[in-house]
């Protein structure tokens, strides 16, 4: 027999096991959180972090960081930033809380008219985007300085403060302080907003694997026109997409809300680039096409372990950011480094 019949199309060769988990985005993240979860159990000082107590105590810094996260890792699998999430987590604060101590609304209409509020803010995101062509890194930032002024301006006309509160004398609050912001697991006291992280994380995983508007998210990333001509609705993906992550940052900005009972105008500020940190740690390319829902939450856990392990290893804090900086570029080079050998490897 010819030896050219025995060729095998590469297309149809078999794949090992190993090569399949190396192609999930979300290998290298987990791989370092690993790596970092280690280091951080046998540099500390006060025998916390490995314990319960200290997962309770990282796993609520990394709750709020992952519940945006998640939905920011999707945006950019499309191909899209938003740099106005941060800052949507103190408007959202802020616009409940005036809602409730200025105008004497019940919490619940106030955190309705929140969510509304954040998805307003998101379609005109993705639909200045999508209409003007301009890059959503420069939309986004237009927004990020917009509201950034209203929070500090209006705020202050309105309350002659910088901040709102006793909104934990409104009606409603007991019940949305014990959705949004209880503890559970006695005596551990986890926060409840890690049960959000979580349920975001399922959901949105669920969306990128079982439905089309997952496959739509990633095939969005590319060529428009071509996206377009097979029947992808490109400006709806987008702007939904745009939509859900300011909503994300209503929901933690609600969270943040109800368990300090105040709402500063500069809170979230900067917490934009954590959120893409989080995102590109846990896969997510900047180009677009690729990451997962898991690995953001990944990329936020190892945020979390971050900021709790260098306090309990007696390090000084103000290097955090620093660890970050390098964990952010460790993480792209492993995370290129594992995706080069996986797409390269036969078997």
Same mark, same amino acid.
Request: hydrophobic letters at 55%.
């Given at each position: ?11 149809? @060769? ?11 985005? +979300? ?38 960081? %992952? ?101 934990? +004398? ?10 949004? =912001? ?48 097979? %029947? ?32 500063? @105008? ?15 740690? %846990? ?16 990329? @936020? ?9 260098? =306090? ?36």
């Amino acid at each position: 027999m010819s030896n050219s019949l025995l060729v095998t199309d590469e297309r149809m @060769a078999s794949i090992s096991t190993v090569t399949r988990i190396l192609r999930r985005p +979300e290998i290298g993240a987990l791989l370092g959180a690993i790596v970092i979860f280690l280091m951080f159990t046998a540099v500390d000082t006060t025998g916390i972090f490995a314990s319960l107590t200290g997962l309770a105590r990282w796993s609520d810094v990394a709750a709020t960081v %992952g519940i945006v996260a998640v939905p920011v890792a999707l945006l950019m699998i499309a191909g899209e930033f938003d740099l106005s999430a941060g800052v949507m987590v103190g408007s959202s604060g802020l616009f409940a809380g005036l809602l409730i101590s200025n105008w004497n609304w019940n919490m619940w209409p106030a955190i309705a008219a929140t969510l509304v509020f954040a998805a307003a803010i998101g379609f005109i995101n993705g639909w200045l985007v999508m209409v003007t062509g301009l890059p959503s890194f420069i939309v986004t930032l237009a927004m990020f300085f917009s509201l950034r002024g209203i929070n500090l301006g209006l705020t202050k006309v309105i309350t002659d403060t910088v901040r709102v509160a006793d909104i934990d +004398e409104a009606p409603g609050y007991d019940l949305a302080r014990s959705v949004f =912001a209880s503890e559970i697991i006695e005596p551990y006291d986890y926060k409840v907003a890690v049960i959000w992280w979580i349920a975001v994380t399922a959901l949105a995983t669920w969306v990128l694997t079982r439905t089309q508007f997952g496959n739509w998210i990633y095939a969005v990333s590319g060529d428009k026109v071509a996206a377009r001509n097979t %029947g992808v609705p490109v400006r709806r993906t987008k702007i939904t997409l745009f939509m859900c992550t300011s909503m994300s940052a209503a929901l933690v900005g609600v969270i943040t809300l109800t368990r300090l009972r105040s709402m500063q @105008a500069g809170q979230g500020v900067g917490e934009e680039f954590t959120f893409i940190i989080a995102a590109v740690v %846990g896969g997510c390319l900047l180009t677009g096409g690729y990451g997962s829902a898991i690995g953001a939450s990944i990329g @936020a856990a190892i945020i979390g372990m971050a900021f709790i392990g260098i =306090a309990y290893a007696g390090w000084n804090t103000d290097w955090t950011w620093l660890f970050l900086g390098l964990i952010l570029f460790l993480a792209v080079l492993v995370n290129t480094f594992i995706g080069r050998r996986a797409s390269g490897a036969r078997k």
